[in-house]
């Protein structure tokens, strides 16, 4: 079947059915209802999910590699360990979701909502975001590479023990955001908030900071090297 078939033909509801390691792939379902159907190992890679309700569902697992879920109500859902490589997540909310140990690399994450989502463990790698928002969200061990952010925002965000290369800050807030023993590389942030952030025992080994505002954060115990800093405000920095 091709993507262009009428979703609400094929499958007019899969409502409480067991779809237990049906394979999906590539086909159109967009706005099918799921209503207590088992996912267990479906797999829906390059399927087109659009307007499919999926709030707070248990989507562990599961291969969402090249899917289309752009828009999608996502708060609460459980997407472990899933792959979501080169998946299309405009505008979803993933508010309060759990994504530990989730593949979301080459991922289309603009306008999309993560606040409060747990990321522990994730692999973001090679994108460009803009406009997303990731407050209060949890990072905590997750790898972060060659990833672009453009007015984006962290509030209040965890990012513990992070491995982060080659990742460019645009305009983004990182207002108190909890970054302890993480180790940084080449990382570039232009005109962005750092405000009362805390780098304890974080390492940052080469970068550029250019019209940064550091007020009062906390890098007690840090080391940064080779680090290039124009117009920076480190008013209230705690070093011990």
């Known amino acids: 079947m091709s993507k262009t078939n009428n979703s609400a033909d094929v499958f007019p509801s899969l409502?409480?059915?067991?779809?237990?390691?049906?394979?999906?792939?590539?086909?159109?379902?967009?706005?099918?209802?799921?209503?207590?159907?088992?996912?267990?190992?479906?797999?829906?890679?390059?399927?087109?999910?659009?307007?499919?309700?999926?709030?707070?569902?248990?989507?562990?697992?599961?291969?969402?590699?090249?899917?289309?879920?752009?828009?999608?109500?996502?708060?609460?859902?459980?997407?472990?360990?899933?792959?979501?490589?080169?998946?299309?997540?405009?505008?979803?909310?993933?508010?309060?979701?759990?994504l530990d140990g989730a593949d979301i690399s080459r991922t289309i994450l603009d306008d999309t909502n993560f606040n409060g989502a747990s990321l522990k463990r994730t692999v973001l790698e090679k994108m460009s975001i803009e406009n997303a928002s990731f407050d209060g969200a949890d990072f905590t061990q997750a790898t972060m590479s060659e990833v672009d952010f453009k007015k984006s925002s962290f509030r209040g965000a965890t990012l513990d023990k992070m491995k982060i290369e080659y990742v460019e800050l645009d305009d983004v807030n990182l207002s108190a955001v909890d970054m302890r023993e993480s180790c940084i590389k080449g990382i570039v942030i232009n005109s962005s908030d750092l405000n009362c952030i805390t780098l304890f025992c974080t390492k940052i080994n080469g970068g550029n900071f250019t019209n940064v505002d550091l007020t009062g954060a906390n890098i007690f115990d840090s080391r940064i090297e080779i680090v290039d800093m124009y117009d920076v405000n480190t008013l209230g920095i705690l070093l011990h």
């Open 15 to 98: 409502s409480g059915a067991n779809i237990n390691g049906v394979n999906f792939s590539d086909l159109n379902l967009q706005g099918v209802n799921w209503a207590d159907a088992e996912f267990k190992d479906a797999i829906y890679s390059g399927a087109d999910l659009r307007g499919c309700e999926a709030h707070g569902k248990n989507l562990r697992k599961l291969d969402f590699s090249h899917t289309n879920m752009s828009g999608l109500d996502l708060r609460g859902t459980d997407l472990s360990e899933t792959k979501l490589f080169q998946t299309n997540l405009k505008g979803t909310n993933l508010q309060g979701a759990i």
